[in-house]
């Protein structure tokens, strides 16, 4: 049992570059989030997903967008990167909606 | 969503118990009080939750002012395997919050010193 595993740990990306960040998890949740920290911040949500095939803004979507086509993964995608992006990711997964959440370890991104 | 406010940083020594202090002073009836740590260099992890009475885990413990606009986070004895962020959240179970989302302060940065 993995867990929450995202992909990849760190990317760096030129302004204008697109990439896709993967975010699985293992434990049929059905809630799924993503979620961005900047240095000496908390968290902030982006897109999250109550289910398969649904996906919702949260505080801060611009510049990204997301899919939920299997139950088990959540992927994030960034069309035109822009320095602004430059944060750490988090994917976040819970089974119900006021349950624990699960977090991944994180993906480091920086757009130079 | 309910505000929290947490010191900006609290230290500790090794083996002596940790009380990190929540304020919540817009708190409603339907609010949850939620804790979770992010140790270095990785996700956040959840500690311990509560509504209304004083909550135990193998983790931590929770005390909740009777008042409920306060709260505080109980490290019984302190490693250095706790060092980390603690952020205190309210989720709130009747607006919207099937949808589970998390707000998060700057939380409380505990040191741990040998």
């Known amino acids: 049992n993995a867990g929450v595993t995202q992909t990849p740990k760190f990317r760096v990306l030129k302004t204008g570059q697109s990439m896709t960040l993967l975010c699985a998890q293992d434990?049929?949740?059905?809630?799924m989030y993503w979620y961005r920290q900047d240095p000496g911040m908390g968290l902030r949500l982006i897109h999250y997903s109550v289910g398969e095939g649904t996906t919702a803004k949260g505080e801060v979507p611009d510049g990204y967008n997301v899919s939920r086509l299997k139950k088990q993964n959540f992927l994030l995608g960034l069309e035109s990167a822009a320095p602004s992006q430059t944060s750490v990711y988090f994917c976040?997964?819970?089974?119900?909606?006021?349950?624990?959440?699960?977090f991944g370890p994180g993906t480091r991104l920086t757009v130079t | 969503d309910a505000k929290t406010t947490q010191p900006n940083s609290m230290e500790s020594n090794e083996e002596e118990p940790v009380h990190l202090p929540c304020n919540h002073s817009?708190?409603?009836?339907?609010?949850?009080i939620h804790w979770y740590r992010q140790l270095p260099s990785q996700g956040p992890e959840y500690v311990i939750h509560g509504l209304t009475s004083n909550v135990n885990n193998r983790m931590a413990s929770l005390a909740i002012a009777e008042d409920r606009k306060s709260s505080t986070l109980i490290l019984h004895r302190a490693t250095l395997r706790d060092a980390a962020v603690y952020y205190c959240i309210l989720r709130d179970v009747a607006r919207g919050s099937t949808l589970g989302r998390l707000y998060f302060g700057r939380g409380t940065q505990l040191t741990v010193w040998p």
């Open positions: 434990m049929n949740h059905e809630y």
């Open positions: 976040a997964s819970t089974v119900l909606g006021l349950g624990e959440q699960y």
């Open positions: 817009t708190i409603s009836g339907t609010d949850y």
